[in-house]
């Protein structure tokens, strides 16, 4: 009679590992395809290796010390020149973030020099205030999975490489992630105040839209389901869609959303959406549930503004121009009373903007039980 209740037993804990696993790999198949059933639990690439990855479907987070390492890591690749909000990104996640270590990962060399083989001065000046600053050599992929990564051969050749290297830096950040956990940060975010209360959870993003979550601030532990699973998508990597790794962060998200904790604005705001908010106006960048902000330079470039260096910074009246002169001059903001504002900010659609969504929000979910101020004020 024992032996037939065990061996009832064990039919009964089988059948429920079947059934738990073919709801686990049902949801990967309404996945549109995009993960191989065959390759989970064997998923290699050259640099790295994921071994026996399951998705434990009835996890739940639990609040603990030291979930996500205090570090911080920035990406760049085929980059040789280094601006100045380059600088104030990294100094601001120094003085403000208050990270343990910096890792700055670079396929230029542990020297990180310009392609005339000098020193880039404002990278010169960010290793001579930062102590914590490490530079770390970084071989950029050409394939994923055995798929060429972003060609583009339609395209010039310079909009090739520009492509190429946007999908090379989405799919370098998980894979430091995986290696490390800590803190990923795009080179124009700037850091506002500490991400402590974001290292509690395995991994948290900032929303972008229904369909795409912001992947230039990622807090995550290098044991986070959720990062492994996003890594393992890369399977069906499409080279020719420029919004792949966010568009697919969000589906994933809504096939797990016990695997990820998505904030609203604490680290991306305002949004692409409405970079010209920044750019053109003032708003409270100051608001306490903002952690850090990103500054879209890539947009202000497109959009025919002049660049912004230490000559011309004071005279941007606009939250832009006050988050960077709040690093740049270490807290305090110097607006030029007699700048000609229309020299550096063209014509935009006003009304447009005063109606925007940053505009008009008064509340958010991000707000932290304090009375402190951001460290750069």
Known sequence: MAALKNKLLFISLTSA???????????????????????IGKSKTEN?????????????????DNVVPNICHYIWIHRTVFHLYNYL????TYRNLKVDKIYFHTDMGLNFTGSDGNS??????????????????IVAPDSIFNITLGEWLHEPESLRQHHKAG?????????????YGGIYLDCDVIGLQPLDKFRLREFTVNTESEIAI???????SKNSEFLRLFYNSYHSYNPD???????????????????IDIVNDAFINPSIFDAQVQYLLNYDWRDERYYTTHLWIRQWTLSGFEPI?????????????????????????????????KKYLPSFDEERIKHGRLIASTTGENSVNNTGRHACL
């Not at 999908?167 to 290696?179: A, E, G, M, P």
């Not at 962060?249 to 959303?257: D, E, G, I, Y």
């Open 17 to 39: 590992v079947i059934v738990l696993s073919g709801y686990v790999m049902a949801k990967m198949v309404l996945f549109d395809s995009m993960i191989d059933s065959s390759d």
């Open 48 to 64: 790295l290796i994921i071994e026996n990855f399951t998705i434990n479907d009835q996890k739940q987070f639990e609040i603990s």
């Open 89 to 92: 990104s990294l100094i601001s």
């Open 120 to 137: 880039l001065p404002w990278f010169s000046k960010a290793r001579e205030e930062i102590p914590n600053l490490i530079v770390k050599e």
């Open 167 to 179: 999908h090379q830096t989405d799919l370098l950040r998980l894979q430091v992630l995986l290696d």
């Open 214 to 220: 912001s992947n230039a601030v990622i807090v995550s």
């Open 241 to 259: 869609d420029w919004g792949f790794s966010v568009k697919t962060m969000r589906k994933l998200a809504n096939l797990f959303p016990h695997l």
């Open 309 to 341: 260096t230490p000559h011309n910074l004071h005279c941007v009246d606009s939250s832009l121009g006050e988050i960077m002169q709040a690093v740049y001059y270490n807290g305090s903001t110097r607006i030029c009373a007699t700048g000609d504002r």
